[in-house]
Each structure stands twice: as C-alpha cells, then as structure tokens.
C-alpha cells in the first residue's frame, strides 16, 4: 500500500466534509450513482445517493455535533484504506434508540473502493458495542 495520491486525498477530504458540514449537495461530486455504504451500527446496506443522504440526515438528527476525522490514508489501485475518530453526543433520535446526552468517541477503519475518480463502496469497521457502552444503552 502507498501515501495516497493528491487527487484521491481531496476526494476523502471532500467527503468526510460532507459527513462533518451536512453538506449533502456534495454527494454527486464525491460518490458513484449506485453507492454503497456498510455499517455495523446499520441495520441494513445503504444504496444510492438518495439512501446515502437519507442515512446521513438520521445520522446527524442523532448526533448533531457529529464529527469524523481522517488521521491516515493508504491506497493500492481503487481501494483506500482510512485510519479515523469520530466524535458526537447524543442528542437526538438514532434509529430506535432515544437521545442519551451522552458523548462517544471512537475509532475505526474504512475500507473505501472507488471507480471513476468517484466513492463506489465505503465499508466502516469499528467497535459497535463500545459505541453503545459509551452511549449508555447497553451495560459495561
């Protein structure tokens, strides 16, 4: 695996911008038509566009101060591989679970594919019951 390249550094950056500022135009500048995006915390694949965004407003109605950051890129072809920690506090209603108050912080990896310059798969890899201790909804 290497640095990532300039070209695929910007598009990252643009969307994780997006995740970070709701800046849900973005998403036809960043990503591929049929998108698709694997979380744990998810209950099932998110596909397209529309669900992407669909995913993020539920995302950020949850968790309104919701916060990622990438801390290191790999790439090797089309797949790029992102070190990140994400922070928000539990304001709002997150799937079925009603807001706790209480903050997280996490760690995680992405596993990204791209085609055209463009995200095609992104598939989230991170500790989902660290994330509901923290959040108070299940027990330690």
């Not at 801390?71 to 920690?85: N, P, Q, R």
């Amino acid at each position: 695996m290497a640095t990532a390249t300039p070209d695929v550094e910007r598009l990252m950056r643009d969307y994780q911008e997006l995740w970070n500022e709701k800046q849900y135009g973005k998403i036809p500048e960043v990503t591929a038509e049929s998108i698709t995006v694997h979380d744990p915390g998810h209950p099932e694949v998110v596909t397209g566009r529309d669900g992407l965004e669909a995913y993020l407003r539920e995302l950020h109605e949850g968790f309104p101060d919701f916060h990622v950051t990438i801390e290191e890129m790999l790439t090797s072809g089309d797949i790029v591989m992102a070190k990140w920690t994400v922070t928000g506090t539990h304001e709002g209603q997150f799937g079925e679970f009603p807001p706790t108050g209480n903050a997280m912080e996490l760690e995680g990896m992405d596993k990204v594919l791209l085609e055209d310059g463009k995200i095609l798969e992104h598939r989230a890899h991170y500790d989902t019951r660290e994330m509901l201790e923290q959040l108070g909804l299940t027990e330690r």
